[in-house]
């Protein structure tokens, strides 16, 4: 069965920063991977996802997610953090017939 | 296009209830998905609809079902109520044309107390 590793459950960075939070799974077949954020009161947005094309993966607002299976990881970046990244963010892993299976989630502080 | 929309956003219920939750998927939408998200849990997989039938399920008590009508819009009932089911729900819908790395759109969920 799939699952998905988020170390941290809250990273806190200055604004202007480098974000990495960081995300390993596990899966028996080739995956599909996503990251969501969500802020305060919402449901989930997608920012990237990766679906076997390039292992670089850029998505919304700067975020990019690189694809390494040798690692089974799949960490997202951005180079320079502003307030508004402030969210929780998700990681999740598709594979085979079975639905989405989501990390626990890390809390993004950024710090002014 | 509007988004995925879910009613109602809060509810409040006593133990024993039971409730109904309702999703209107994206339009063209024919894959309705729904999650149960608490602080313990993280977000916790509960079923998958498409075209009126029951896809997957995730590892819930028969307290927990759902359904989805013919132009795509899905219910979820809890019945008997437990405090542990406190949470937030969320709805997702996918276009759904068989490819599985089809992305979820996500409503804003129904916030459930149980009191």
């Known amino acids: 069965a799939q699952s998905v590793t988020q170390l941290g459950s809250h990273v806190s960075v200055s604004e202007g920063a480098l974000v990495l939070l960081r995300c390993n799974y596990s899966s028996s077949v080739p995956p599909y991977l996503f990251w969501y954020v969500q802020y305060p009161n919402q449901g989930l947005q997608l920012l990237l996802k990766y679906t076997s094309a390039a292992t670089l993966v850029k998505g919304i607002n700067g975020f990019e997610a690189e694809f390494k299976k040798s690692e089974t990881s799949f960490h997202l970046t951005k180079p320079s953090a502003h307030m508004s990244d402030a969210a929780e963010y998700f990681c999740?892993?598709?594979?085979?017939?079975?639905?989405?299976?989501f990390g626990k989630g890390t809390r993004l502080s950024v710090i002014a | 296009k509007a988004g995925v929309t879910q009613t109602p956003r809060y509810l409040i219920k006593t133990r024993g209830q039971q409730v109904t939750l309702s999703c209107s998927p994206i339009s063209g939408h024919r894959s309705v998905s729904w999650y149960q998200q608490t602080p313990g849990q993280g977000l916790q997989f509960l079923f998958e609809?498409?075209?009126?039938?029951?896809?997957n399920k995730g590892n819930f008590p028969g307290r927990f079902s759902g359904r989805q009508f013919s132009n795509s819009r899905s219910e979820m009932n809890v019945s008997t109520l437990e405090l542990g089911d406190s949470a937030l729900y969320l709805c997702?819908?996918?276009?759904?044309?068989?490819?599985?790395?089809?992305?979820?759109?996500f409503g804003p969920g129904t916030r459930l107390l149980v009191l």
């Open positions: 997702a819908s996918s276009i759904d044309r068989g490819r599985r790395s089809e992305t979820q759109y």
């Open positions: 999740a892993v598709l594979s085979g017939n079975t639905p989405l299976v």
């Open positions: 609809y498409f075209s009126e039938t029951q896809r």
